[in-house]
């Protein structure tokens, strides 16, 4: 049911020049207009129109930025409000009265615990920008210098501007495994993969042989989002929490994607009930527009002035967009419509993996939902995911003895995401199929809806709808994807079968 729209030859040739254009003449780093070959000229809610007159089911949002979907009348009528106000609309990091709303209101939203101990740091515009600040904060604070970070993690693209301005940007970065069912590095899933995976965070930090000095802070996303929608365990949390405060490290909770409701919760901390001495946030917090922060526990105000410094902080629509955005969720309690949305469709996309092989897994928290596209015919590989009940040792749910290490078992300078061999019965996941799932996002463009792809091979094809979608237009997206899948399903069969027939 590709979607089939009647357009004049003059808007669809403006459509295609456009596109033409942006290919000759924009970046070969250019990454969404790639897969998304659309040129949107309206948008409202989650839906976009393009200027060949087709339009979008908008499950992209802006990578995770519409909370509210496109154009919220509550965003609008801010931002309107501060132009008619003749309020200057760029005032570097002075006080203003928009400012002062958008912290008041940000302030509300916070975990209990940090709500009453804050500060906030005003940054450059991007996620990014927030977590070298925060990286900065913790060394500041601390005295050291290192970061613990996660596989599978994404915190932003910068690299190399302090280094080129002569600043201190020699972060040691220490990678940890982030426990996840579908591909635990450990081979186990489940409760246990989580618990190797904490305790291999301990003995990385206690054991003075491993390479790893005592950091300056460790960071993590709640719910990893580029790195193919993994929840983390709810108790991992609180182990990370645990293991972090005993040891005086700073612990950074980078809400950048998850923040603003979009799992469940206002803040995706809120799941475990772990206070972070940190949050990284940006997206959301700028209802539309560009604005990043840091907020920290008042103790760590220790850098001097000027430590992080930046032109643009001081974007008043973006404040002014950002809390329209925030009140809207808090008092449409549109967090909680996220995690009774998301759970519906989580159950229902879980029948697409009992229809189709390439289906591999269906995870998430709510609006933020992940398929992950496998190639069914390819060699299941070790390890993965189990269900917690037995593991690569044949040693079931027995409780492991203090040390034991189940895999890697070559001490923590070996590489903790290295699969284990278990027995045949045991062959986890299939392959990820970067260029199936590609072909599932094609599918649904044709049909009208827009996904994004992400996760370690770009083989999880991604769900981060507005907060505001109705159940109808759930309903829609989730056809439109099933009908995707369906197509591709169907062209693999032959392939497969033709290539059966000719062997
Ligand atoms: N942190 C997380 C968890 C993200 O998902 C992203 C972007 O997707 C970033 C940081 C970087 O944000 P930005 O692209 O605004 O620099």
């Known amino acids: 049911m590709a979607v089939t729209e009647s357009v004049s030859g003059g808007a669809r040739g403006a459509h295609e020049g456009i596109l033409r254009r942006q290919s000759a003449r924009e970046s070969a780093a250019r990454t969404y207009a790639r897969a998304l070959p659309i040129v949107p000229v309206r948008a409202r809610g989650l839906t976009i129109e393009g200027a060949d007159g087709r339009r979008y089911l908008d499950c992209l949002s ?10 919220h009348p509550v965003v609008l009528e801010a931002i309107r409000k501060v132009l008619d106000s003749g309020a200057p609309l760029s005032v570097l990091d002075l006080a203003t009265p928009v400012k002062d709303a958008f912290i008041t209101e940000l302030f509300r939203t916070l975990p209990p615990g940090l709500a009453d101990r804050a500060r906030v740091q005003f940054c450059g515009p991007a996620g990014t920008d927030a977590v070298e600040a925060a ?17 599978g993690a994404y915190h932003g693209m910068t690299t190399g501007a302090l280094a080129a301005s002569g600043g201190a940007c020699d972060v040691r970065v220490a990678r940890l495994p982030y426990p996840q069912d579908y591909r635990c590095p450990f081979g186990v899933g489940g409760p246990r993969g989580a618990e190797l995976a904490a305790r291999w965070t301990e003995s990385v930090l206690d054991d003075p042989k491993s390479g790893v000095p005592l ?35 700073p612990l950074i909770a980078d809400e950048v994607q ?11 901390v809120e799941h475990s009930g772990v206070t972070p001495d940190a949050m990284v946030l940006s997206k959301a917090i700028g209802g539309s527009l560009p604005l ?13 002035p000027g430590a992080h410094a930046g032109t643009f902080r001081g974007n008043q629509l973006a404040m002014a967009a950002g809390t329209a955005t925030l009140a809207h969720v808090r008092e449409n309690s549109l967090a909680e419509r996220a995690a009774e949305l998301g759970s519906r469709m989580l159950s229902q996309l879980c029948s697409l993996k009992e229809e189709f092989p390439c289906v591999g897994d269906v995870r998430g928290r709510g609006l933020m939902i992940g398929v992950e596209v496998v190639d069914p015919e390819g ?13 690569a040792a044949g040693q079931g ?24 061999a278990g027995p045949r019965s045991l062959r986890g996941p299939h392959p990820a199929a970067p260029e199936l799932a590609a072909a599932v996002q094609r599918e649904c463009l044709r049909r009208g809806l827009i996904v994004e792809l992400g996760g370690r091979h770009s083989s999880v094809v991604r769900l981060l709808p507005p907060l505001t979608i109705s159940d109808e237009q759930a309903a829609a997206v ?26």
């Open 62 to 71: 802006g990578a995770g930025t519409l909370a509210l979907g496109h154009n």
């Open 135 to 151: 990286f900065k904060l913790v060394r500041a604070a601390t005295g050291r210098s290192g970061i613990l970070a996660f596989t």
């Open 215 to 249: 950091p300056a802070g460790m960071i993590l996303e709640p719910v990893q989002g580029e790195g193919g929608v993994i929840p983390a365990p709810d108790d991992w949390m609180r182990r990370m929490r645990q293991i972090t405060a005993t040891r005086s490290v």
């Open 258 to 268: 998850t923040g603003v409701g979009r799992t469940g919760t206002f803040w995706a």
């Open 292 to 304: 990043a922060v840091v907020v920290y526990r008042d103790d760590l105000d220790v850098w001097e």
């Open 379 to 391: 060699e299941g590989q070790a390890g993965g995911q189990t269900g917690g009940e037995t593991d």
């Open 397 to 420: 749910d027995a409780p492991l003895v203090p040390g034991q290490v189940l895999a890697p078992a070559d001490g923590p300078a070996g590489d903790p995401t290295a699969p284990v």
């Open 478 to 503: 989730l056809d439109r994807l099933a009908d995707a899948v369906e197509a591709v399903s169907r062209g693999l069969s032959r392939r497969n079968g033709a290539v059966r027939s000719r062997t």
